[in-house]
């Protein structure tokens, strides 16, 4: 389970807090879905330091550093494009 969830979310399916709670892994990885999903690049790199020895351990640290860190990029720059939370567009585009 530990490989499969940060695969899953390379490809777009977020674990539900049930199944990381189910499988113990819902210290490790909630913040990492939060992160995600709401392109918070503070949380991802200080969940992704918190838990370092474990993904190291577990043989995923740098699929998640690489890979989900680009997810995160991506979607940050959505929430700045679309303009956060109240939905309007950047200046820049007119």
């Known amino acids: 389970m530990t490989h499969l969830v940060?695969?899953?979310?390379?490809?777009?399916?977020m674990p539900l807090p049930q199944a990381l709670a189910q499988h113990g892994l819902e210290d490790e990885y909630?913040?990492?879905v939060v992160a995600v999903k709401k392109g918070d690049l503070r949380r991802f790199?200080?969940?992704l330091l918190r838990h370092r020895q474990?993904?190291?351990?577990?043989g995923v640290y740098i699929?998640?550093?690489?890979?989900?860190?680009?997810l995160v990029m991506r979607a940050l720059?959505?929430?700045?494009?679309?303009?956060g939370p109240a939905g309007r567009r950047c200046s820049c585009h007119g």
Request: charged share 20%; aromatic share 12%.
């Open 6 to 13: 940060p695969v899953n979310m390379m490809l777009g399916r």
């Open 30 to 32: 909630a913040g990492i």
């Open 45 to 47: 790199e200080d969940t």
């Open 54 to 58: 474990y993904f190291l351990g577990a």
């Open 63 to 70: 699929l998640i550093q690489q890979n989900l860190r680009n």
């Open 77 to 83: 720059f959505r929430r700045v494009y679309v303009g």
